[in-house]
């Protein structure tokens, strides 16, 4: 079945790059995501990247995605305190019904 | 239209007692879905809905559990005796069908969620 795994806890001071990373097993995966959860709120789809890419930048955002090892990163650049939060990568297929999410990353801003 | 809104947005409740919660999509979505989120832990998906019909749900769905979308627009989540381990944020999000070559993750919108708590 579909896994996804990121590492709990990321601390960045304000100012520098954040690289939050996450690995799946699902070969199949067509589509993978970033979301963004600030305490209390719903989820939020901060970007996204097809299979068939291997980098995508918005912004502050780069996204990663080396299919091989099926492994994906999302960096952000210039980190600020509203960063702060929990970001969740999340997987779908082409026809899916529904999309798996990562365990989460905690991303803490100090000053 | 302001997004998917969820009702209530907290409930506490006394293991045992029954609980329902309602989630109202984004007026022209056809696409509902379901996902429980625990403490520490991503959204799992639940079920999801397409117009009324209740078209797949997970093996985490247990018999105490049961959705429905009677007129294919707002969908409830009712939940019978419940237990500790029900506590949980239960998210619902909306889609219009995916479109051909668009990822089912560009098209959803969730809510803000409904936090239970199961004392």
């Known amino acids: 079945g579909e896994d996804v795994e990121q590492s709990l806890f990321l601390s960045v001071r304000e100012g520098d790059s954040s690289v939050i990373n996450c690995t799946y097993t699902d070969s199949s995966s067509t589509y993978l995501y970033w979301y963004k959860q600030e305490p209390g709120a719903g989820l939020q789809l901060l970007t996204y990247i097809f299979s068939n890419m291997d980098m995508k930048q918005d912004q502050r955002l780069t996204v990663l995605l080396n299919k091989k090892d099926k492994h994906l990163s999302l960096r952000i650049a210039d980190t600020q305190t509203g960063d702060s939060a929990i970001y969740f990568c999340?997987?779908?297929?082409?026809?899916?019904?529904?999309?798996?999410f990562g365990t989460g990353t905690r991303l803490q801003v100090t000053l | 239209d302001t997004g998917v809104s969820q009702d209530p947005r907290h409930k506490i409740t006394k293991r045992g007692q029954n609980v329902t919660f309602r989630c109202d999509p984004i007026s022209e979505h056809n696409r509902l879905y379901w996902y429980r989120q625990t403490l520490g832990q991503g959204p799992e998906f639940l079920t999801y809905f397409q117009n009324e019909a209740q078209l797949e749900k997970s093996r985490l769905l247990s018999d105490r559990f049961s959705a429905e979308r009677p007129k294919g627009s707002f969908s409830t989540l009712e939940i019978q005796r419940t237990e500790q381990g029900d506590s949980a944020m239960y998210l619902c999000?909306?889609?219009?069908?995916?479109?051909?070559?668009?990822?089912?993750?560009?098209?959803?919108?969730f809510g803000q969620g409904t936090r239970l708590t199961v004392v």
């Open positions: 999340a997987e779908s297929t082409g026809t899916a019904s529904k999309l798996t």
């Open positions: 999000a909306s889609s219009y069908k995916t479109s051909p070559g668009q990822g089912l993750g560009t098209e959803a919108f």
